[in-house]
């Protein structure tokens, strides 16, 4: 049975993916901020707050040993959302950058060798296209920045990685109705996730590089950086 790791699972994109993977028969383990947190029933918990690197320090210590076929850097925050120009604070920049962009690394740092003893080895980040140079627009400096930091930091991670067959994905969900897309969304979080599985769950260990460090939309295509 393989196993998987998915941050941010007690609500959102989080929670849905993990309702799929206990669905087909993975070990899933979610992680939430609170320890009373609900999680998919079957899901086991584990406390994380990505803010706070001791927190991925005892994350490491509960998991260690146990093999990680995927792992999924999921949670996130925008912070910055319909907030103007002249009222972005540096607490709000710290905050985006220090959950999105150093957390997913930090992460994929002290759990490194629970996905190099599995049979997969798959790193997933769930980014934006709001973090693509190239679709890029105005307002949410912080949020756009801190997706570009992390699509960057994961290419070089992902170069980092290679001699270990550890693939890195970089997934935008699409603009997904969860309390952070809000009601507008385009999509509910069963198309997306259906999606980005189909792409996630086609990368192995014995295919690497296949579809190693590019950026991905939900439905298959890729994303321009
Ligand atoms: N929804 C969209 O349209 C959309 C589009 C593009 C990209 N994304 C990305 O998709 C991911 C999931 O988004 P979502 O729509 O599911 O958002 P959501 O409904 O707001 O859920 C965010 C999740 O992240 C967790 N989280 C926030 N700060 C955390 C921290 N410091 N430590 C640990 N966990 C923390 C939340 O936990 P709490 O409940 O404790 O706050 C929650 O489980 C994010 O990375 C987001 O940037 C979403």
Redesign the pocket.
Known sequence: MPTILI??????????LCESYLKDGWRVIG????PD?QLPEGAELCV?????YS?IEQLAVQLKDIPLDVIW??????LDKNVDFAQLDTQTWLATF???TV?PIQIAQALQSNLAQSTRKVLAF?????GSLEHNGSQAYA?RSS?SALNMAVRCLANELATQKISCLML???????????EE?AID?AT?VAGMRSIVDGVESNNYPSQNSQFFDYDGSTIPW
Request: a positive charge.
């Open positions: 941050t941010g699972a007690n609500r959102g994109i989080g929670y849905a992680t939430a901020r609170r947190a994380l707050d990505a803010s706070n927190s850097n999921n949670a996130g925050v925008y220090a959950i999105n957390a769930t980014t934006s296209k709001m949020y997706k935008h969900p699409g603009h997904v109705k969860t309390d952070m897309g809000g969304g979080k997306s």
